[in-house]
């Protein structure tokens, strides 16, 4: 049974449910979507929980949804029967003509029952002798601007998500969907054409740049806020320019100085750094690592989130990554085949590293260990991180002669070039050649150090 609808978060490794709400509820629940705690860390209770949370979850909605259509002078109850006029119009039931009429009368009818609400009993009414809120004004322009044609900052980021599930990792995508609900939280449901750069400057003022926030957080949170235009509204032609560009530029300048250009690691320092981890097991998944990371050419999410049942035969099978690109089969180096079978064997939770998951908490955690391990070892050299291994299996793969359209596929990255890329995809390189490139890699005399379990 999948996973479906639920997440776990947090250091107790807590099971939530997180079941988005339709679109045309959303307005009545004032939310996007309903998390809830089921209170367990096991997965089999989380899934036991989960049919009788939806049920309630749904039951919520319905509820949210028959007080609002109860009460007629409702912003959000006139917008969304401008959705439906709209609807109507689309699928052809309704000529323009009929459009502009009914939405005259939907107008007419919300201001009658708004004044009706109010005791307005003057005759005719005029729209000045109704009182509305800044907030019900925007509801009731966004009703009308979805009318004509605005496509409205909900349903693009809906949009949005939808088309990048499958090619990103599922963490990746709800890290870029919370800070976009953030925004839209920020602006309210307005049209998308007429968000302004001045009102993403307000969002990274007020929500984004706070204390506390590294430069590198928050001009994380600004990329993922700009894909949603680079991405997606630009391509659609929804937008012509992307508010959020030279946002970035604006953050202060790092304080630690310029961050070192990774280098590959040399064999001695390989070498000695297996043998120290070797030393004291505690640091056993770190060793582990190391070695997967210089043969297979592996990320860290990759690795931290790789489970048994991942590995058939001498294939690696990477369903979820960073990037399109990322998601791929890989061969079993012959070299850690070994390490592999006995990893898989002495497994207790289904996960390859012996270690507690949390995925990217994990992969965070692991760089982090490894650098204050490195200290402690003598290997100050910070442009030797965790991820520069990537740069050994690269450097070895250059140096097998390997081509360099075949280690592109192996280590996840795209190929952007019109021979490899275009007429070439990834998808068709046989699996023999790729078997025998991983086999080609070689790291010299650290070949077989730390391998044998």
Sequence with gaps: MSTEYLRQRGKAKTWYIRVPVPLPAQAAVGQPEIVRSLKVTSLSEAKKLRPAAMTSIYEYINEKVKAQQSEPHSANRFKHQMVAVVRDHDRGLIDDDELSERQE????????????????????LHPEDVRTTAAEERTIQAGFDLATGHLLLSDAIEQYIE????????????????????????????????????????????????EGRSRKTVAKALSELGSLWTKHLIPLAEAEVNPVSGLTASLPSPKRGTKPTRRPWSQEELASFTKGIQEHPKQ???????????????????????????????????DEAKSTAGVRNIPIHPTVRPLVDHLIETSTDGYQLPTKRSARDVADSMGKRFVRWRRELGAADPATDIHALRYNFTSASENAEIPDSTTKVIVGHARSDITYGLYSPANSVKWSVLVDAMAKVSHGKFDGVGVNP
């Design 163 to 210: 088309k990048t599930r499958g090619k990103l990792a599922d963490d990746t995508i709800e890290t870029k969907e919370r800070t976009l609900l953030a925004f839209q939280k920020y602006l309210g449901d307005v049209p998308v054409s007429k968000i302004t750069k001045k009102q993403c400057a307000g969002f990274l003022i007020d929500e984004l740049d706070t």
């Design 284 to 318: 056993a998944d770190l060793g582990i690592a190391m070695l997967l990371f210089a043969y297979m050419g592996m990320r860290r999410e990759e690795l931290v989130s790789l489970q048994t049942q991942d590995i058939d035969g001498d294939c690696i099978r990477l």
């Design 105 to 124: 009368i939907l107008l007419e009818k919300h201001l009658a029952a708004k004044a009706e609400f109010q005791g307005v009993r003057r005759r005719p």
